[in-house]
């Protein structure tokens, strides 16, 4: 069975930091991208970022870009976000998926390219 269990989030103060972890058991990151995603209350859930399976190359959303560091531990089958400087914006359930089918767009972040999704971790940032 292939489950995806996402860690690391919680209550920080704006300006602080966190490092989410997306830990996979029945499936192996390589040769596959990862992305995160996260939904804020109230709101649709959208990309966060990608790490290719190729090159390790990155993708960043526009409001992140800067401040979110995506990377992945082969030895330890887990991708990891590391966060620094936190909004009360970036307040969300992150989700960590993987990207199991590629439309061709360079968009990374098409949730329909995307399966085998966690069940999300909290991260709340107070202002």
């Known amino acids: 069975e292939v489950q995806f269990v996402e860690s690391g989030g919680g209550l920080v103060q704006s300006g602080g930091s966190l490092r989410l972890s997306c830990a996979a058991s029945?499936?192996?990151?390589?040769?596959?991208?990862t992305g995160w995603f996260r939904q804020a209350p109230g709101k649709e859930r959208e990309g966060v970022s990608y790490?290719?399976?190729?090159?390790?190359?990155?993708y960043y959303a526009d409001s992140v870009k800067g401040r979110f560091t995506i990377s992945r531990d082969g030895a330890k089958n887990t991708v990891y976000l590391q966060m620094n400087s936190l909004e009360p914006d970036d307040t969300a359930v992150y989700y960590c998926?993987?990207?199991?089918?590629?439309?061709?767009?360079?968009?990374?972040?098409?949730?329909?390219?995307?399966?085998?999704w966690g069940q999300g971790t909290q991260v709340t940032v107070s202002s």
């Open positions: 998926a993987s990207r199991t089918f590629y439309s061709g767009d360079a968009y990374p972040l098409h949730e329909y390219e995307y399966d085998y």
């Open positions: 029945g499936f192996t990151f390589d040769g596959f991208g």
């Open positions: 790490i290719s399976s190729g090159d390790g190359s990155t």
